[in-house]
């Protein structure tokens, strides 16, 4: 058993939240989904979680600033950033965050299927 492979899913549409989460399952990984970045925190596995598949606009704290508020705590997973409003800034920021995905939905869940790989593949040089 792999320590620390929850794929954690925060979405406020339940829907995409609950899809996502079959798919990461399918893919043989532990998921784990939140209608909020604040449940998520709240929730403690954040230590836990090996890639965060994020939504961007969401009512109270958004996809960018949870992230950004783990990268300053020390605690940032690898990060896949969706949102059915894209925007270049937007795109600018989630980069500059170093997010391995920012994808439009509707997305092909291929496209998030590599992402996920991406994220989880071992790090060459050990831990970074």
Not at 12 to 29: F, K, M, P, Q, T
Not at 34 to 47: E, M, N, P, T, V
Not at 53 to 66: F, V
């Amino acid at each position: 058993m792999t320590i620390g492979k929850i794929i954690t899913v925060i979405d406020d549409d339940e829907n995409v939240r609950v899809a996502i989460e079959g798919l990461v399952r399918s893919l043989g990984y532990a998921a784990r989904g939140f209608a909020s970045a604040r449940q998520f925190l709240d929730s403690g596995i954040d230590g836990a979680t090996a890639c965060l598949i994020t939504d961007i606009q969401m009512a109270g704290l958004n996809g960018l600033d949870l992230y950004a508020g783990l990268i300053a705590a020390g605690g940032a997973p690898p990060v896949i950033f969706i949102t059915a409003f894209p925007d270049e800034r937007i795109e600018a920021r989630a980069r500059a965050l170093g997010a391995l995905g920012f994808l439009s939905k509707p997305f092909e869940a291929q496209a998030l299927v590599h992402c996920i790989q991406k994220a989880v593949a071992p790090r060459a040089g050990g831990p970074g």
